[in-house]
C-alpha cells in the first residue's frame, strides 16, 4: 500500500505539532495577588527541584503581567510555582497544567492561594 506524498506529510505534521505541544509550558503570568512579586520559581509538580528565579532581575507589581518562558524540557504538564513576595513571604501554586493554559492569574490573601488558567 502506497501513502502519498501530501498525506505522509499531513500525518508527519500533525505528529511533530503534537509533540510540540505536549512540551510547551511556557505561559503568561498574571499577578492578581495584590502584592509585589519578585521572584518566580516553576518545577514540574513531582519535583521537589525549584531550579533558578526565571523573572531574573525583573519585578511583577500586582496587575501586571510577563510572559514567561524556561527551560522545562521533557513531557512534564502539571507544575507547581513558588513566588516570593517583596515584603518577604512567598506562596506556592499547585498542580497547574502549563500545557493546558496558556495564561495562569494567581491570586493570594495571606492566607489562600488559588489560580485561574485560560
Not at 93 to 105: A, G, M, Q, Y
Request: proline content about 3%; some cysteine; charged content about 20%.
Amino acid at each position: 500500500m502506497r501513502l502519498s506524498l501530501p498525506l505522509l506529510a499531513s500525518v508527519f505534521c500533525s505528529v511533530v505539532a503534537s509533540v510540540a505541544c505536549a512540551n510547551d509550558a511556557d505561559f503568561k503570568l498574571v499577578n492578581h495577588t495584590g502584592y509585589q512579586i519578585d521572584e518566580v520559581y516553576a518545577g514540574p509538580h513531582s519535583s521537589k527541584s525549584w531550579g533558578k528565579d526565571i523573572m531574573g532581575e525583573n519585578a511583577l507589581d500586582d496587575g501586571e503581567a510577563v510572559n514567561i518562558s524556561f527551560p522545562h524540557g521533557g513531557n512534564a504538564c502539571m507544575y507547581d510555582i513558588y513566588v516570593k513576595y517583596h515584603d518577604g513571604s512567598d506562596a506556592q501554586f499547585d498542580n497547574i497544567n502549563l500545557c493546558k493554559f496558556e495564561k495562569v492569574s494567581l491570586f493570594w490573601d495571606g492566607k489562600v492561594t488559588r489560580y485561574a488558567g485560560e
